[in-house]
């Protein structure tokens, strides 16, 4: 018998990318604790078999799927905003440690992907990492779980996904 694929639902403003604000100040201490998360993530899903499937605001007019890869829309880079220079930095973290990860992206509804995740029989646990409260999304007694983020990964967080990793 195959063994079930476990997954995460990631979520990347607040969740892995810190909110700083949109200070340019800020942008390097986002990215640097960016790359420390992506690392991290990048060794738990080597380590317990996890897909990634992104369920970001992002998805909607700033990454795509192109040939199993993900994709960042260049036409903001000539809008010439230091802002999308940040985010094209934060999309190259992102695709660096976790490009082999990323399965799939969100359909535009961050309940509905929860809900055709928790339908799928072929996913084993599955975990809701977000800012936003969706605690209302997923049950334990079919392996879905959720755990708030902040934009950093503390060790109670760390615990909590290699607990329901190795559950």
């Known amino acids: 018998m195959k063994s079930l694929t476990n997954l995460l639902l990631l979520?990347?403003?607040?969740?892995?990318?810190?909110?700083l604000g949109t200070d340019p100040e800020n942008f390097d201490d986002a990215l640097t604790i960016l790359e420390l998360n992506c690392k991290y993530l990048a060794k738990l899903c080597l380590h317990y078999q996890v897909e990634i499937?992104?369920?970001?605001?992002?998805?909607?007019?700033?990454?795509?799927?192109?040939?199993?890869?993900?994709?960042?829309?260049?036409?903001?880079?000539?809008?010439?905003?230091?802002?999308?220079e940040f985010e094209y930095n934060a999309f190259r973290i992102i695709k660096n440690h976790l490009d082999p990860y990323i399965k799939s992206l969100s359909c535009g509804n961050k309940r509905k992907d929860i809900k055709l995740a928790r339908q799928n029989k072929t996913v084993g646990n599955i975990i809701v990492f977000e800012d936003s409260d969706y605690s209302d999304t997923v049950n334990p007694n079919d392996r879905s779980f959720y755990i708030k983020s902040e934009g950093y990964f503390t060790p109670h967080i760390r615990a909590k996904m290699q607990e329901i990793y190795n559950y």
């Open 11 to 19: 979520d990347i403003d607040g969740t892995i990318l810190p909110e």
């Open 53 to 84: 499937q992104i369920i970001s605001s992002w998805c909607t007019d700033t990454i795509w799927m192109e040939n199993g890869h993900i994709a960042y829309d260049e036409y903001k880079l000539t809008l010439d905003k230091r802002y999308y």
